[in-house]
T-cell receptor, first 114, second 114 residues
Framework: DTEVTQTPKHLVMGMTNKKSLKCEQH?????MYWYKQKAKKPPELMFV???????INESVPSRFSPECPNSSLLNLHLHALQPEDSALYLC?????????????FGSGTQLSVL | AQSVSQHNHHVILSEAASLELGCNYS??????LFWYVQYPGQHLQLLLK??????LVKGIKGFEAEFIKSKFSFNLRKPSVQWSDTAEYFC????????????FGGGTRLMVKP
């Protein structure tokens, strides 16, 4: 299994809702990442987890709350989002955090905030 | 700030035409360079990468890229495109071996007409 699985594929939520995005991999990877990709823009790094610990937070607002409950799962909890947060949220994983270790990307969750 | 530029936002070619997509990056010390492809509805996939050595790098599906240090460029090429190459192509840079973190270019949408 060389896939990174993200659920749901599509999500529509209101600004007062609380929702979660899920990411799962069974490749034994110990580094996992959240990227945000707005329409017609490149992916931008949000968070990096290494060995289930948050190692990088790229100044992301607190309405986005990541969680890594175990080495195979990465969640992104959403609360009180704004319409400008509508984007494709991509999860990725790699064996470790050395640069020569290949990144595997999921297909993303397309989020619309109304 | 470190940045990656892809000057061609949209490219339309006929099958069998040759392809060259430009990628320039800002100076920032040691760089590792990547090209990713995103087919419609699919996840990002690594096409090729350059860390060191021969500046002409060959990747999957007949793609190659050339690192020209003096021009801060890493252009992607393919001698003869196919309809199945229709996709979005992202150049990405890792600066200073910083833990598998990538800065992406804005992407180039390639459409190949049959």
């Amino acid at each position: 299994d060389t896939e990174v699985t993200q659920t749901p594929k599509h999500l529509v939520m209101g600004m007062t809702n609380k929702k979660s995005l899920k990411c799962e991999q069974h490749m034994g990877h110990r580094a996992m990442y959240w990227y945000k990709q707005k329409a017609k823009k490149p992916p931008e790094l949000m968070f990096v987890y290494s060995y289930e610990k948050l190692s990088i937070n790229e100044s992301v607002p607190s309405r986005f709350s990541p969680e890594c409950p175990n080495s195979s799962l990465l969640n992104l909890h959403l609360h009180a989002l704004q319409p400008e947060d509508s984007a494709l949220y991509l999860c990725a994983s790699s064996q470790g955090r050395l640069i020569n270790e290949k990144l595997f990307f999921g297909s993303g969750t397309q989020l619309s905030v109304l | 700030a470190q940045s990656v530029s892809q000057h061609n936002h949209h490219v339309i070619l006929s099958e069998a035409a040759s392809l060259e997509l430009g990628c320039n990056y800002s100076y920032g010390g040691t760089v590792n360079l990547f090209w990713y492809v995103q087919y419609p509805g699919q996840h990002l996939q690594l096409l090729l990468k350059y860390f060191s050595g021969d500046p002409l790098v060959k990747g999957i599906k007949g793609f190659e890229a050339e690192f020209i240090k003096s021009k801060f460029s890493f252009n992607l090429r393919k001698p003869s495109v196919q309809w199945s190459d229709t996709a979005e192509y992202f150049c990405a840079v890792n600066y200073n071996n910083a833990g598998n973190m990538l800065t992406f270019g804005g992407g180039t949408r390639l459409m190949v007409k049959p």
